[in-house]
């Protein structure tokens, strides 16, 4: 299974998602903001996959994955967002190879589309 950073500000989300994925196997280490996230990558964690919201204090999901994508290459990386249109937006510069999930979705859905995403080539 996959090995999993998490960032969401919401608290209750943050313990549902970390739940759910653990549920299902997957290791997963969680954080309120993108910085804390960031600088867990950097400190020689590797992981998989990078599970963001995109609406966060500090550093967004967006500049989250971005500096993630330059110091991790071969992570994926997919946004959980009630505004899937600033991450498809291309003017967000959000890497071009990251899924996005809306909300609301049910936790079923959400490790069903990260075991799908974390599969694909």
Known sequence: MAKILLAEDDE????????????????????SQGD???DCLTTGNN??????????????GIELARKAAEVAPGMKIMFITGFAAVALNPKSNAPKEAK??????????????????MAAA
């Open 100 to 117: 996005v999930l809306s909300k609301p979705f049910h936790l079923r859905d959400l490790v069903s589309e990260v075991e799908r995403f």
């Open 47 to 60: 992981f998989d996959l990078l599970l963001t919201d995109i609406v966060m204090p500090v550093m967004d």
């Open 12 to 31: 209750s989300m943050r313990r549902f998602l970390s739940s759910a994925l653990e549920k299902a196997g997957h290791e997963v280490q969680s954080f």
């Open 36 to 38: 804390e996230a960031f």
